[in-house]
């Protein structure tokens, strides 16, 4: 597996990471957790050196699950976790709200560090940008615990530009994770241009869309009451219907490079810059093969400007997130 550095930053990751929230939820009716510990290691094994969990995912149960699959490995992989949520008292799946207080991220660090078993933090995110808390202070909180060694690098998560200036003349931002992909690319216009100028790497997760850029779903894919995919506007069947053009169009590139539409879509992330490191996740032992093959693939100049003018003339339909998420994003 290629190696990428994120920004300006001295973390050297694989040009792939592992999104590895969908190991314990979200996607479904929970997976067996020795199968799931099973994958994490797989992925070490074939060349992936960067996990990336999170405090709320479960909660708590992603980060242990992760903890004790990595723990082997501790040594040739980097860790990233998020804050940034006053969990359900009974840790029940969800959260009351935001908080990112800097004691509240001390806290969140001392228990992530345990469930993970490790005595550093490779990359923390604040997860969602609290609109109560100064950003300055939120990192001014992180470079703390990097002073105390707790934590090595401090990144954001779907941060508006104005935001990560603030944020970064405090203390560096190494990297912003945000969805983007062939059919999210709003921050080609205004947030990737600044975090070439800075210096900041950047990690999209949902590479794939949510496993739409895989080309298996249909306006006849149906989605369980454990599956958030269901309350997404672009899950409704009659934008799955009409973002099918979307997925015709890749199947037609990937035959031609003799790949799958799901390695088109992350060798075309690779392609944007050399500090983009996607984190796809999957339960699955075949797919994270395919997603490690788009390592593989070299897009010329003209496949990219094949892919750049057929997407850009398919418009994508359906909204990303409900109201309520969607409010949560770009501040």
């Avoid at 099973?38 to 709320?56: K, L, M």
């Avoid at 800075?198 to 999209?204: A, H, K, R, S």
């Avoid at 400007?305 to 003339?313: A, D, H, L, M, R």
Wanted: charged fraction near 25%; proline fraction near 6%; glycine fraction near 8%.
């Amino acid at each position: 597996m290629q190696k990428r550095k994120l920004g300006k930053s001295n973390l050297e990751v694989s040009a792939i990471g592992f999104g590895c929230m969908g190991l314990t939820s979200s996607y479904g009716p929970r997976q067996d957790k020795n199968a799931m510990i099973a994958v994490a290691r797989a992925a070490v094994e074939r060349g992936i050196t960067f996990f990336d969990t999170a405090e709320v995912y479960g909660p708590h149960i992603n980060e242990e699950l992760v903890g004790e699959a990595l723990a082997p490995f501790r040594k040739q992989v980097k860790i990233a976790t998020k804050f940034g949520f006053t969990l359900n008292a009974d840790l029940s799946p969800g959260w009351r709200g935001l908080n990112s207080r800097p004691e509240h991220i001390g806290e969140v660090v001392e228990g992530s560090l345990k469930r993970l078993k490790t005595e550093t933090i490779d990359l923390l995110y604040q997860h969602r940008v609290d609109p109560d808390v100064p950003i300055e202070d939120v990192a001014g909180a992180v470079k703390e615990l990097i002073r105390q060694g707790k934590v090595r690098h401090f990144g954001l998560s779907e941060a508006g530009v104005q935001t990560i200036r603030r944020a970064h003349a405090v203390q560096p931002v190494i990297a912003l994770q945000s969805e983007y992909s062939l059919w999210w690319r709003e921050p080609e216009a205004e947030v990737l241009p600044v975090l070439e100028e800075l210096g900041i790497g950047f990690v999209p997760y949902s590479p794939l869309g949510r496993g739409f850029l895989t080309g298996k779903m249909d306006a006849n894919t149906t989605f369980g009451d454990a599956d958030f995919r269901k309350n997404l506007p672009r899950f409704a069947p009659e934008a799955l219907q009409a973002n099918q053009k979307l997925i015709t169009a890749l199947e037609q590139i990937a035959k031609k490079k003799k790949s799958s539409p799901a390695q088109i879509a992350l060798a075309w992330l690779l392609a944007q810059k050399p500090w983009i490191v996607p984190i796809p996740g999957t339960t699955k032992l075949h797919r994270l093969e395919e997603n490690i093959g788009a390592a593989s693939i070299e897009l010329t100049p003209a496949d990219l400007q094949e892919i750049n003018g057929i997407t850009s003339s398919i418009p994508v339909h359906g909204a990303r997130y409900a109201e309520k998420m969607q409010q949560l994003v770009g501040r």
